[in-house]
């Protein structure tokens, strides 16, 4: 049964302090089948009471994205304070009934500028991860050198068993989302284990616009896209991350419903 869930990144960020306690006030108004709760850096050392939090809402949360800068850690090869905060991602994924982990593999101004020290890294992650019975799955994260389609390959080449979250929103950072289902790339989605359904407005490789935009404000063909999407068997769950702030901080969180319920639409789901 494929499922769409709501990123909790997209209504608890910077404007209201990343404050997790909202969480159990905010995500009852959202229409969505469970959450992906994204771990931030400020919450390392506030395991017990963010954990307590979300089990108190009786809500669901199958994923969990694993805080960003671990990505960077990596390739700046401060591998122990990588995997440990990895570590602390897993044991939080664990006890919130999470089954998923989104990773970004590369990320940062450093990105995949050293990218052999995060594959080399890679084996690790998915050992710990299986340790707390967690599918670690990569991201198409923005690159500044290879599209993450190319850093994908790679991947295969060193991890052979390695899975993906791909994001439609990252994907036309790089005008990928009819390439990903070329002859040459059609083969990654047998390795895809969730999606991101994000819009995007600009150019290609425009640094100034990577804002995740409600479904539908954007540039991105979802109706192109999940007629491709159907032709590989896809049968995972979505995850919506579009951001609910408005400019002055407040929150459209009936704008992310509609985009929940038209990923609905075009999942079939």
């Not at 999407?229 to 992310?256: C, H, I, Q, W």
């Amino acid at each position: 049964m494929q499922r769409v869930f709501a990123s909790t990144g997209a209504f608890i960020g910077r404007p209201n302090g990343r404050d997790f306690r909202l969480i159990a006030e905010l995500a009852p108004r959202i229409r969505c089948d469970g959450f992906e709760l994204i771990f931030y850096e400020d919450w390392y050392g506030r395991e017990d009471e963010l954990c307590g939090c979300i089990e108190k809402t009786g809500l669901n949360f199958p994923t969990l994205h694993v805080e960003k800068k671990i990505g960077e850690l990596l390739a700046e090869e401060r591998f122990d304070k990588a995997f440990e905060r990895f570590r602390t991602n897993c044991v939080t994924a664990k006890r919130i009934g999470a089954k998923l982990l989104i990773l970004h593999l590369w990320n940062g101004p450093i990105s995949d500028s050293n990218i052999s020290a995060n594959f080399s890294a890679y084996p690790e992650l998915e050992a710990i991860s299986k340790e707390y019975g967690l599918v670690l799955t990569a991201e198409n994260v923005i690159a500044n050198g290879s599209s993450p389609l190319e850093l994908w390959c790679r991947l295969l080449k060193t991890s052979p068993d390695a899975k993906f979250t791909y994001d439609t929103k990252m994907a036309q950072f790089d005008f990928l989302n009819e390439a990903a289902f070329e002859p040459e790339n059609i083969g990654l989605w047998e390795s895809v284990r969730h999606l991101h359904v994000n819009d995007r407005r600009g150019g290609y490789r425009d640094w100034s616009s990577i804002r995740a935009l409600n479904i539908g404000y954007g540039d991105v063909d979802f109706v192109t896209f999940f007629k491709n999407l159907r032709k590989t068997g896809y049968s995972g769950d979505f995850t919506v991350e579009a951001n609910a702030f408005r400019p002055d901080g407040s929150l459209d969180l009936e704008g992310m419903n509609r985009s929940l319920e038209r990923v609905r639409v075009l999942a079939g789901v």
